[in-house]
Each structure stands twice: as structure tokens, then as C-alpha cells.
């Protein structure tokens, strides 16, 4: 078929209550993709499906004949409608590409803003993952699927229906009765082939699009194709987090560059009805967007506001950098406490000119638990107060109120990924542990005469390390902290070094706790470095980023960690927050004073 010559032209939408509606036109496998165009209004709105896809290339491109005119979209999309598409009758969709005119700004900050709507109100999400691989892996894939999730739910004692009303399929299904279930491998349904194609399914760019996560929450009625394929979401969900159960499987069986992680949280409540909008869009950074700014726009529909309801509203006429530091303010006057800046990310280490107090919501912000900030933590350094700050916009510096605690003195780095399983159940780990925790163990030293370490000593570290928090991020007993971290560091250490610094009472006292749950719980991820600190007076803590010394403990007013803030000429630089031990319920607070900060 002859390719249209003239390109479609978009007709301005009448109100603020238009959009447009797709009518696909029926056709032949092979056949060109043919599509009309209807404009349609809340007030009478048609029956639809909404498409939830990645684009992919954007410029891998094919052209769609839309009322017999010419209309590029990327060749995934067009792909995608050609699985879509019926044999003998017209589909009607929405989706994003053709029915929002792309190059008119205030038409596409208007429809982002009615996103949610048009998926809520959608007869139907229908997610296209993308055609089938050369091998043929889609259908063997979703029929692995299916068989996987039958037999978990079988395993837990509910059905697959059930599915859709848990809360949060991954903590209630998969890590409640993590104890219970046979690792995926030891199953009689285990084949390499299986989990080849997995791989394969797994790795698809569409689990981590960060517009996939408003999409795929609003509407309970989700099937995903996946070539001529498909299945419903809640099985994907449940075998991604069945799959990344236990780390030494996933990267023993080739999981670490697919996105189980991504696939199995995508729809918990944590990410679909958080409590903290900040939360939300701390694990939607390890998603991924075309356009910076739709890390906040493609979530916008899921947050919720008492305050500063109009500062994340659509805009695209506003930079990235002024739609986070926008985030910054609104995340001040909404919660009326400084915790947006918990999610700055090391700009040493992203290479970017952000100033530092503003999060980059576009870079993962792996730190330590992507947990951590989903519960309600009791932590009040600076006590009961209110943040006291100023945005010079101008200038891009945050002024804001607080007191510096102590300089540090002594910083070592260390990897989240040391309290994973996979080094610690390994030869080769567990040589890379002892040499980490030498380190470690080392820099405590300089600052100790008491050789073994003191049972106080060692718990400042277990909680430091720990962030005070257990394996299941709920605030933990210190003791407890103190048993388990031993327990860790008997697996850990060589027994020469273990009983080196390791007292024989304390040692005693831990021989009952699991080493195993210390420092959980950690992914298969490519984690950022951290710092382990000890300050000029000898307190002790941890920092999310790399820090050195010289650098600060300071503590915000209103704020729920400390932060280290490193010196620079007449200003300051925000590294990340910290933890440390002997300040965190307010044992050193002191007067506010304002910091200029870049």
C-alpha cells in the first residue's frame, strides 16, 4: 500500500474536557495501520482501551495512515497496533502518541493532567510488552508464568483472583512466607530453558517506564500481551517477586540486568497509594522517562495534596531543574518538615550541575532500603520543630535553618551489596567481606584504646549500619540490632579477626541470632557507595553517600535525619543524610542558625 504523502494535522481541542479517541480499522496480518481520530468529552465520554507501552527508539519510526494522512509514531507503537488490531471489526483506544498532539505544549500539559482519568476510565488497560523474540520465548515465557504463580498460590493457600485485591502481592505473598517456599530452582517445573526465557520476558524496557506506574494502577482490568501472547498482571507481578525472593538465585540464573524488581512493586500500595508522595517518586527515580520532567508529571495523578496543590502541576514550559526544585518547595510546605531533601543523589557521582539540595528524581536513588521511607520512623533529631527556610529562585540556593553537631573525623566507604547473601554464601564473597569489614574494623580502631570493642562501641555500629531499622524496616530494638550484626560479622570475619575485636560476652550472648537478617533487606542491585563515619567527639554513623573529612553532621529544623553538609568558600554542599547513633531522638539539640546552601 502507497504511503500517504501529506502528513496529518491535528485540529485544536475545543475545551479542557476534550480528548481524543483512536478508532483502529480493522485489518489483515501485514496490512498497513489505518486509524481515525474522534474527539470526545468527559461529559458523554465513548467506550475505550487505553494502550500502556514504551515507545522504545524514538527514532526507529513508521508512519500510521490517520484519516488518510501520514502520522509518524515509533515503530514499537506500530508494532504494538498491528497485534492489537481485529480481523473484522474497528478497536477504539487511547494512546499517548496519537491521540495528544505531541508538539502542542499547553494540549500536552493539559491531557497529562486528565492521564489518570483517561486510564481509570478505560474499559480496559492493555499492556504491550513487544513482539515475540527469535527464539520464540513470548508464549513458553507466559505459559512459565502461569504455571509459576498457580503453584504460588496454590503453595500460600489462595487462588489467582485473589491476587488483585492484596495490597501488596510482594510482601504478603512472596516474603511473608519467604521461610515456606522452595527456592524457584528446587521447584519440579524448573527447566534452564525456563528461566531463559524469563531473562528474556523480564528484561523488557516497559517495567521500568515510569508512566507505566500511573497506567497500570488505575485500572484493575490489565491484561499484557506479549506478542500473540497474554496474561494477566498480577501473575507477572507475583513471579517477578518470587524470582527476586533470594538474591544468590536471581544472579546466579542471569535475573541482575532484568527488571523483576521493577515488575513486582510497580502495582503495591506503597508505590499506588503512598501515604508520602516523596516515597512515591523516591521509587519511581529507579523508573525511567523520555522526558526528566515526567518523573513527576507521569506520577502526578497518584499524589495527593493538602497544600501546594499547583507547584507539580503540568507545565512544560518549566525546565527540569525548575519543575525538582519546585518539588523541594512543595514537599516543604506540604508536609511542613524537611524530608524531600532525604533524596538528593550524590551529584559527584551522577556527574551532574544540579544544585545539591535538589533531588534528581531521574537518577535511581538506590541508597540502602527502598523501604525505608514507606513507614513512619520516630526519629526527631532536631526535636519537635518546624523547618525554617527560603528559596532564592533566582540564584537556585536554599536557605534553611539548623546546627552543626560535630566535623568528622574518620570515613570509611562500604557497598550496601556486603549484606547481601550471594557474597556471603560464597568463597570469593566472603574473602571480598573480610577485606571490606579489615577496613572497617580498622578505622574504628583509631579512634578505640579498648581492644575487643566495647558491647557500646559495637552497638553504635549495628545501628549506624543498620539505620536503626531490622530486616522487616520497622525501628528495632538496639539489642537485637547488636546480636544479629555480631551474628553477621561471625560469618563475615576470619575467626582471628572475629575474635579480635569481638568481645567472648557479647559474642556469647549473639550465638542464637541470625547473621543472615542483618543489613536487610538488600537487592541485586548495583548499589551506590556509603560512608561509615565516626565524628571529632566519637560519635558514630553512616552517611548514603561518600563523604570525607572535614565535612559536618548538621541537623535541619524539622528534619528526621541528619545531614552531612561539606564546607565550600561562603556556602555549604549537601552530600546526604545520615544516620547517628546518640542524636537521632534529639540528645543534642541546639539553637537554629541559617545555612546558605548550593
Known amino acids: 500500500m502507497a504511503q500517504p504523502s501529506e502528513?496529518?494535522?491535528?485540529?485544536?481541542?475545543?475545551?479542557?474536557?476534550?480528548?481524543?479517541?483512536?478508532?483502529?480499522?480493522?485489518?489483515?496480518?501485514?496490512?498497513?495501520?489505518?486509524?481515525?481520530?474522534?474527539?470526545?468529552?468527559?461529559?458523554?465520554?465513548?467506550?475505550?482501551?487505553?494502550?500502556?507501552?514504551?515507545?522504545?527508539?524514538?527514532?526507529?519510526?513508521?508512519?500510521?495512515?490517520?484519516?488518510?494522512?501520514?502520522?509518524?509514531?515509533?515503530?514499537?507503537?506500530?508494532?504494538?497496533?498491528t497485534h492489537l488490531r481485529l480481523q473484522d471489526r474497528p478497536r477504539f483506544l487511547w494512546v499517548d502518541a496519537i491521540c495528544t498532539n505531541q508538539s502542542n505544549i499547553p494540549e500536552r500539559s493539559s491531557q497529562v493532567s486528565q492521564m489518570l482519568r483517561i486510564y481509570q476510565t478505560a474499559k480496559a488497560v492493555l499492556i504491550w510488552l513487544g513482539p515475540d523474540s527469535l527464539e520464540h520465548y513470548a508464549q513458553f515465557a507466559i505459559d512459565s508464568i502461569r504455571t509459576i504463580s498457580d503453584f504460588l498460590c496454590h503453595k500460600v493457600?489462595?487462588?489467582?483472583?485473589?491476587?488483585?485485591?492484596?495490597?501488596?502481592?510482594?510482601?504478603?505473598?512472596?516474603?511473608?512466607?519467604?521461610?515456606?517456599?522452595?527456592?524457584?530452582?528446587?521447584?519440579?517445573?524448573?527447566?534452564?530453558?525456563?528461566?531463559?526465557?524469563?531473562?528474556?520476558?523480564?528484561?523488557?524496557?516497559?517495567?521500568?517506564?515510569?508512566?507505566?506506574?500511573?497506567?497500570?494502577?488505575?485500572?484493575?482490568?490489565?491484561?499484557?500481551?506479549?506478542?500473540?501472547?497474554?496474561?494477566?498482571?498480577?501473575?507477572?507481578?507475583?513471579?517477578?517477586?518470587?524470582?527476586?525472593?533470594?538474591?544468590?538465585?536471581?544472579?546466579?540464573?542471569?535475573?541482575?540486568?532484568?527488571?523483576?524488581?521493577?515488575?513486582?512493586?510497580?502495582?503495591?500500595?506503597?508505590?499506588?497509594?503512598?501515604?508520602?508522595?516523596?516515597?512515591?517518586?523516591?521509587?519511581?527515580?529507579?523508573?525511567?522517562?523520555?522526558?526528566?520532567?515526567?518523573?513527576?508529571?507521569?506520577?502526578?495523578?497518584?499524589?495527593?495534596?493538602?497544600?501546594?496543590?499547583?507547584?507539580?502541576?503540568?507545565?512544560?514550559?518549566?525546565?527540569?531543574?525548575?519543575?525538582?526544585?519546585?518539588?523541594?518547595?512543595?514537599?516543604?510546605?506540604?508536609?511542613?518538615?524537611?524530608?524531600?531533601?532525604?533524596?538528593?543523589?550524590?551529584?559527584?557521582r551522577t556527574g551532574n550541575k544540579t544544585p545539591s539540595w535538589i533531588p534528581r528524581w531521574d537518577i535511581p536513588m538506590l541508597f540502602r532500603n527502598p523501604f525505608r521511607f514507606g513507614k513512619a520512623l520516630p526519629w526527631e533529631p532536631a526535636g519537635e520543630t518546624k523547618p525554617v527556610w527560603n528559596i532564592d529562585k533566582t540564584m537556585n540556593v536554599l536557605f534553611l535553618s539548623g546546627f552543626v553537631i560535630d566535623p568528622i573525623k574518620h570515613v570509611e566507604s562500604y557497598n550496601e551489596s556486603i549484606f547481601g547473601n550471594a557474597l556471603i554464601k560464597s568463597d570469593g564473597g566472603r574473602n571480598e567481606l573480610k577485606e571490606v569489614w579489615q577496613r572497617i574494623l580498622t578505622t574504628i580502631e583509631k579512634s578505640q584504646s579498648q581492644i575487643p570493642f566495647s558491647a557500646s562501641m559495637l552497638t553504635a555500629a549495628a545501628t549506624s549500619f543498620s539505620f536503626g531499622l531490622d530486616e522487616k524496616s520497622d525501628?528495632?530494638?538496639?539489642?537485637?540490632?547488636?546480636?544479629?550484626?555480631?551474628?553477621?560479622?561471625?560469618?563475615?570475619?576470619?575467626?582471628?579477626?572475629?575474635?579480635?575485636?569481638?568481645?567472648?560476652?557479647?559474642?556469647?550472648?549473639?550465638?542464637?541470632?541470625?547473621?543472615?537478617?542483618?543489613?536487610?533487606?538488600?537487592?541485586?542491585?548495583?548499589?551506590?557507595?556509603?560512608?561509615?563515619?565516626?565524628?571529632?567527639?566519637?560519635?558514630?554513623?553512616?552517611?548514603?553517600?561518600?563523604?570525607?573529612?572535614?565535612?559536618?553532621?548538621?541537623?535541619?529544623?524539622?528534619?528526621?535525619?541528619?545531614f552531612v553538609l561539606r564546607p565550600d568558600d561562603d556556602h555549604f554542599l549537601l552530600r546526604g543524610f545520615a544516620y547517628v547513633h546518640g542524636i537521632m531522638h534529639g540528645e543534642r539539640v541546639g539553637s537554629g542558625e541559617v545555612f546558605r546552601i548550593h
Open 7 to 81: 502528513t496529518y494535522q491535528y485540529d485544536n481541542l475545543p475545551t479542557q474536557t476534550s480528548f481524543r479517541v483512536l478508532e483502529l480499522l480493522p485489518g489483515q496480518e501485514g496490512d498497513h495501520v489505518s486509524c481515525l481520530l474522534h474527539t470526545a468529552d468527559w461529559f458523554n465520554p465513548p467506550e475505550y482501551e487505553a494502550i500502556s507501552y514504551a515507545w522504545g527508539d524514538p527514532n526507529a519510526r513508521e508512519s500510521v495512515t490517520c484519516h488518510g494522512r501520514g502520522l509518524e509514531v515509533t515503530r514499537n507503537l506500530y508494532t504494538g497496533l
Open 157 to 348: 493457600g489462595i487462588s489467582v483472583s485473589d491476587l488483585s485485591s492484596i495490597s501488596d502481592v510482594y510482601q504478603e505473598v512472596v516474603f511473608k512466607n519467604r521461610d515456606t517456599l522452595p527456592l524457584p530452582n528446587a521447584c519440579e517445573f524448573s527447566t534452564e530453558a525456563m528461566w531463559k526465557a524469563l531473562v528474556w520476558f523480564y528484561s523488557h524496557s516497559y517495567f521500568t517506564r515510569v508512566w507505566a506506574v500511573q497506567e497500570v494502577n488505575a485500572n484493575k482490568a490489565r491484561l499484557l500481551h506479549c506478542g500473540r501472547a497474554t496474561i494477566e498482571w498480577d501473575r507477572v507481578a507475583l513471579v517477578a517477586g518470587y524470582i527476586i525472593m533470594e538474591t544468590a538465585f536471581s544472579k546466579n540464573f542471569g535475573f541482575t540486568s532484568a527488571y523483576c524488581w521493577w515488575a513486582a512493586i510497580m502495582t503495591t500500595e506503597r508505590i499506588r497509594q503512598p501515604k508520602n508522595w516523596l516515597f512515591m517518586l523516591y521509587l519511581a527515580s529507579n523508573f525511567s522517562s523520555t522526558d526528566p520532567r515526567d518523573q513527576i508529571y507521569g506520577l502526578r495523578g497518584l499524589m495527593k495534596f493538602s497544600h501546594a496543590v499547583g507547584l507539580l502541576d503540568p507545565d512544560y514550559g518549566k525546565s527540569t531543574v525548575e519543575v525538582y526544585r519546585d518539588s523541594v518547595e512543595a514537599g516543604f510546605v506540604h508536609f511542613q518538615n524537611t524530608d524531600v531533601l532525604l533524596y538528593r543523589a550524590d551529584n559527584d
Open 475 to 562: 525501628p528495632a530494638n538496639e539489642r537485637h540490632l547488636l546480636h544479629k550484626f555480631v551474628a553477621y560479622l561471625k560469618l563475615a570475619l576470619d575467626e582471628e579477626t572475629y575474635n579480635k575485636y569481638i568481645p567472648p560476652d557479647v559474642s556469647e550472648e549473639s550465638k542464637h541470632s541470625d547473621g543472615l537478617e542483618f543489613g536487610k533487606p538488600v537487592w541485586d542491585f548495583t548499589y551506590p557507595e556509603s560512608s561509615f563515619f565516626l565524628t571529632e567527639i566519637g560519635l558514630v554513623g553512616c552517611c548514603v553517600s561518600t563523604i570525607r573529612p572535614g565535612d559536618m553532621v548538621y541537623v535541619a529544623l524539622g528534619s528526621k535525619y541528619p
